[in-house]
């Protein structure tokens, strides 16, 4: 009998699909997510009005601009769970300007949270000396009568998410809402809290507006908030250069090449910016082909338009209408929400410093921090 050995044949050499998901996974690990795909950009610690605020929670483990050292020094004195001070209007300020993107998930956690820490405050464990379960795993035990009680008493900030729970639940339904997500649990006369849960619930409960002017004030709104994480950054333009924040940059002839939408300046180099707030939805989050493809192509298109606009730009820097610092160098970025899946040889993923062409907002101020 003879026996036929089987060779294995390399039927295809082509990786640019592998080196693409590197590219996207990397970037995600470096952005630490997907991001946000509101088109939002929250500054979580306020120090506005306390009639806005709630009080969320995160992990000191998490933070990843947090080097290892600091992480390990604090958590030899204090747990890893800690509150932060939110302006909740922050989180999605188009949600609260147009009234579209409100849900009942959100005023379920933030009831959740104003809930917790009046629990906490009630008995002197707010402070930092006062450790407990919450700051050491994250989780808050209260009898059930008590938290009932405080849901009877509707939304917390009735002002901003309504005096009544939306689309008619009850109590009853509020809870069940919050057992399905696991934020809260019963165990026999308690409630058990996940705080970072109600913390991450808050986070994805808006909606963001699909179409007409809503829709448009929540594009407004990401290219604002774009502008305003730069400019806590050390890329914060100063002087002459903020006058570009929303020109509307024309030729010669008094045709208009582009609007400039945020602005940056580091290291004699001038980025301008093009905010592009597409919506990717949760098809796009679990990876749907056809939402990825979309996506894509929105991002390469994006990125073939502006690198056109700066090429127009760098022949007549004049247009720009300000006197430019000497040896000044000119970079566009296209900045999104979340972190775009693009093909290798794409101009979307072409590098532009330490950044790609086009990139997240995470990216752009993860960058900007580590300078």
Known sequence: MTITLLIPEVADTDDTVERAIWL???????????????????NLVTDRRESVNIIT????RGQDLVSR??????????????????????LAPAAFSSGVGLTLETQAAAAVLSAAWAYLADRGATWKSV???????????????????????GPALPELIGSSWREGASVRGVITLLTREQVVLPVG?????????????LMRSFERAREGAAANEWGSSFEAA?????????????????????KKVKDENGNVITDI????????????????????????????YDAVRRISRKAMAASEQWNGCLERIRRLPSALGVVLPDGCTLKGLVVMPFVPYVPVGSSAAQPVGDLCHVSSIHELIAVALRT
């Open 24 to 42: 996207y996974d990397g970037r995600l690990n470096f952005a630490g997510g997907h991001g946000n795909y509101l088109g939002s950009f929250p």
């Open 57 to 60: 929670w995160a992990d000191l």
């Open 69 to 90: 050292d600091d992480v390990a020094r604090l958590l030899q004195k204090y747990g890893p769970v800690f509150p932060l001070g939110t302006n909740i209007e922050d």
């Open 131 to 153: 450790p407990g379960e919450w700051s050491q795993y994250g989780y808050l035990r209260c009898p059930r009568d008590w938290f009932i009680a405080r849901l009877k008493d």
């Open 189 to 201: 006369r308690y409630f058990v809290v996940d705080l970072a849960g109600a913390t991450a619930l």
């Open 226 to 246: 774009v502008q305003a994480a730069i400019d806590t950054t050390p890329w914060k333009p100063t002087g002459a250069l903020r006058l570009l924040i929303g």
């Open 261 to 288: 939408d945020a602005v940056a300046f580091h290291a004699g180099t001038l980025w301008l910016v093009s905010v592009k707030a597409f919506q990717a939805g949760p098809d796009y989050a679990v990876g749907a």
